[in-house]
């Protein structure tokens, strides 16, 4: 058995409904077995139902920035934008404000906020119910909130400063030989094996609509501040201007 291919740790199943913790305990993410397989086919099947998400993501972007002049990429286009765009093709209202905050506290090394909680029991509300079906589909939303964002985030910066891109997800965890063990994903952004990430065309189509919004803007400083955290890598901040000597986004 390939690292990749362990066991994820498993998490409690004995959880209040509705909570981050039944949220964790109801994703194919932090599943085995039976669970894992089930839960994962729900998450591809809903994959497979979207549309053309990098159109809609240029429409989106495009619409955001014609009113701006200097503005944060990561905040108002890098995590609002695709998980907007992927709320919508999943047959939600825009619950990007509310995936944020899921989205940190979603990890069971993460001890989770009221306000992720009252995050969650919003998009509970939005799905309709708190079954395996609105697990799934928020835990779309919520795997493709940083990922996606650091894919937008480190594209654009290599892409104006000519350096090579980095990588947005470092590592996940596993279990082997019954000890939790940090795995690098280093070659494999996206994992590998029956847990590789369903979403991985989908992410690359959504931050590539965001880029191609993006040409004709430059960063107003060319070091950038990088998100404090062992397993992300990328940028925390990453304020642009319209390019007014025509350079743009190389």
Known sequence: MT????????????VPP????????SVARFSNGPDHARRRALAVSLLDSVGDLREA??????????ALETFD??????????????????????????????????????????????????LIT???????LAAARIGLLVQACDATAGLIGNGLFASLTGKPAE?????????????DVTVSLAGSPFGAGPRACPGSR??????AGVLEALRGFRLTEVETTWVSSPNLRMPAVLRVTRDRTGSGLC
């Open 126 to 132: 939005a799905c309709g119910a708190a079954d395996e």
């Open 57 to 66: 993501a240029l429409t989106r972007t495009r619409g955001i920035v014609a």
């Open 202 to 207: 989908h992410a690359h189509a959504l931050a």
């Open 18 to 25: 509705g909570s981050i913790a039944w949220l964790r305990a």
């Open 167 to 179: 990588q947005p997800v470092l590592g996940t965890r596993r279990r082997i030989d019954g000890e």
């Open 3 to 14: 690292s990749l291919s362990a066991p994820v740790p498993p998490v409690p199943s004995e």
């Open 73 to 122: 990429v990561m905040a108002e286009i890098a995590r609002p934008v695709p998980v907007g765009v992927l709320a919508e093709a999943l047959g939600l209202p825009d619950v990007s404000a509310d995936v944020a905050p899921v989205a940190a506290a979603y990890h069971p090394h993460v001890t989770p906020g009221r306000g992720a909680e009252a995050a969650l029991g919003r």
